[in-house]
């Protein structure tokens, strides 16, 4: 039976991840010259997920000292962060690592995956850039939407953007979130290089 290799990373993080190492410092690019992206909100779920730098592991955010639950659709797809990237907040930018939107099939929390940027989401909130960088799986085995552009996710799936950005805009009332629209591949490529930690891409 064949593997994949983000199913091989996946079970490495979940079940073998007694180590040090701090996930947040993988590469943002693979060698494959794909994006990395490490998976902590599976799509379907409600739970606010978020990977913790500190214990090095993935736990539900708390707000007023509960579990975040998010009350409104579950995520329409895999939520995550692109690894060895900061949102500099003297930029604009809210101080964390760029976030992805993975669409395919639910991949467990702590999954590694590369993918290839499709576009981006340009948000604003409460004032500080969100950006969100939509993406695809590289491996053609387990897209459930075979397109590699934003002019083919525009011409092909229109509705399923409109759908992704309405549900940013709604989904947490406690947030003040605005669009400012939508960048092409091109675009999200250049964010994510512009947000890398270190200056070498590969």
Known sequence: MRISGFL??????????????????????????????IIEIPAGTNKKIEYNTISKKFDV???????????????PANYGFIPSTFSDPKLGGDGDALDILVICEALPTGTIIETI????????????????IIAIPKDP????????????????????????ELWFLNYDTKDTLTSEGWGDEKEATREITRSLKQKSRF
Request: hydrophobic share 35%; with cysteine; glycine share 4%.
């Open 61 to 75: 955010d708390q707000r007023d000292g509960k579990d975040r639950i998010i009350p409104f659709l579950p995520y």
């Open 8 to 37: 091989i990373m996946s079970l490495f993080i979940i079940f073998g991840c007694n180590s040090n190492k701090n996930i947040y410092n993988t590469p943002a690019f693979s060698t494959n010259n794909a994006v990395n992206s």
């Open 141 to 164: 085995n387990i897209r459930i939407i075979n397109i590699t552009t934003y002019e083919e996710f525009i011409q092909k799936y229109r509705n399923v953007k409109d759908i992704l």
């Open 117 to 132: 940027p499709i576009g981006m989401l340009k948000l604003l909130d409460n004032g500080e850039y969100d950006y969100k």
